[in-house]
């Protein structure tokens, strides 16, 4: 009988457990609608660069640093999305842009680099991106 009224004290607990995690989850997919979307646009840039390397345009080996600057432009896209709708500990939007456009710079110049595109500028161009948004970054704590 005691063992009986344990195990119905557990499956109470866990049940209890539970239901918190789902509204924790609930909670979780409400206040950040765009985190579902992000793995469908992400399944969708790796499912054309996978397409796109099949016909022949792209080799295979480039197909990584594609899917690595089109996330970069969909996490500028997201800064663009989210610039009004900020949580108070959520990160600025100019450091999620900030983010998305090292992102896409690192991921074009990989490819720039295994077409030998502008192979001797990739450096450079890597370089002008940083400094423009370091001094960015300084002129908007500057106007505080």
Same mark, same amino acid.
């Given at each position: ?41 992400? @399944? ?5 660069? /996978?397409? =796109? %390397?099949?016909? #022949? *345009? ?7 640093? &594609? ?26 939007? @100019? ?5 998305? /456009?090292? =992102? %896409?710079?690192? #991921? *074009? ?7 030998? &595109? ?27």
């Amino acid at each position: 009988m005691e063992n009986l009224f344990l195990q119905l004290q557990n499956s109470v607990q866990n049940a209890e457990k539970n239901s918190r995690l789902d509204d924790e989850a609930d909670k979780l997919l409400t206040e950040k609608p765009f985190t579902l979307l992000s793995y469908g646009v992400f @399944f969708i840039i790796v499912a054309l660069c /996978l397409a =796109i %390397s099949a016909s #022949g *345009f792209i080799g295979l080996f480039e197909v990584p640093s &594609i899917v690595i600057a089109l996330s970069g432009l969909w996490i500028i896209v997201l800064a663009i999305l989210q610039e009004g709708k900020r949580d108070k500990y959520a990160r600025s939007t @100019f450091s999620t842009l900030s983010w998305g /456009l090292i =992102i %896409s710079t690192i #991921g *074009f110049t990989w490819f720039l680099y295994s077409r030998q &595109i502008f192979v001797e500028y990739l450096p450079v161009m890597f370089l002008l991106v940083i400094g423009i948004l370091i001094i960015i970054a300084a002129l908007r704590h500057w106007k505080k």
